[in-house]
């Protein structure tokens, strides 16, 4: 079935730098979900793309909903220690279903 | 606005024993959904329900059961729990297709269930 492959699995950053991380799949999605969940929590929405090509930001998040439709990319600049959980990525699937990739955690040294 | 929420946080059965997760949101969504997480498996879902008094299956729905006798409430069922429903279960609710929503989905805080 239809899978989204997040990378990378867990990252390791100063605070203050800049995050980068990827969501693909093999097949077409047409819309494109971030959400971050912290420990304990349930998982919160950051950014929903729609279109093609689309660059969102939210604060110093910012996403981009690939150009050939099979990949989003999620953005943090100036990371600060709040940013700490795991991300995930989400689309609906052929059956209109929301998939959740498997997420990327983030861990962020003093 | 509470926004989801669910009862009870924790919760630790036997094997065999049944219990009912409760799921509640004040906002109004015609959608609702079940979730469960487990470890390096992402959220994967059970069932849901696009209205009051409908309900159908996810991607693993076998061990349980749900009704959405009023349109703010979700329930999820373990008739029978086994250890392997030793998970944590995320309520979620959204807007209607119509609205043209329905993708952005909002989560409860989560009921974590062990099975022994």
């Known amino acids: 079935g239809q899978q989204l492959n997040q990378s990378p699995q867990s990252m390791f950053i100063q605070e203050g730098e800049d995050v980068s991380m990827n969501c693909t799949s093999s097949?077409?999605?047409?819309?494109w979900l971030w959400y971050k969940q912290e420990p304990g929590e349930g998982p919160v929405l950051l950014i929903a793309l729609y279109k093609a090509g689309e660059l969102t930001s939210n604060g110093r998040l910012t996403a981009q909903f690939g150009i050939t439709r099979k990949d989003s990319f999620l953005n943090i600049s100036a990371s600060i220690p709040s940013d700490v959980g795991i991300y995930f990525c989400?689309?609906?699937?052929?059956?209109?279903?929301?998939?959740f990739g498997k997420g990327t955690r983030l861990h962020i040294l003093p | 606005n509470a926004g989801v929420t669910q009862t009870p946080k924790f919760r630790v059965l036997k094997t065999g024993q049944s219990m009912t997760l409760l799921c509640a949101q004040d906002?109004?969504?015609?959608?609702m959904y079940w979730y469960r997480q487990d470890p390096g498996m992402g959220l994967r879902l059970i069932h849901y329900?696009?209205?009051?008094?409908?309900?159908a299956k996810g991607e693993v729905p076998d061990g349980y059961n749900v009704s959405r006798l009023k349109k703010q409430n979700f329930l999820l069922g373990l008739e029978s729990a086994a250890p392997s429903q030793t998970s944590v279960y995320f309520c979620?609710?959204?807007?209607?297709?119509?609205?043209?929503?329905?993708?952005?989905?909002?989560f409860g805080p989560g009921t974590r269930l062990t099975v022994t």
């Open positions: 329900s696009v209205g009051e008094g409908t309900t």
């Open positions: 906002m109004n969504h015609e959608y």
């Open positions: 979620a609710s959204s807007y209607s297709r119509l609205a043209g929503r329905a993708y952005e989905q909002y």
């Open positions: 989400a689309g609906p699937n052929r059956d209109d279903k929301i998939i």
């Open positions: 097949s077409i999605f047409n819309t």
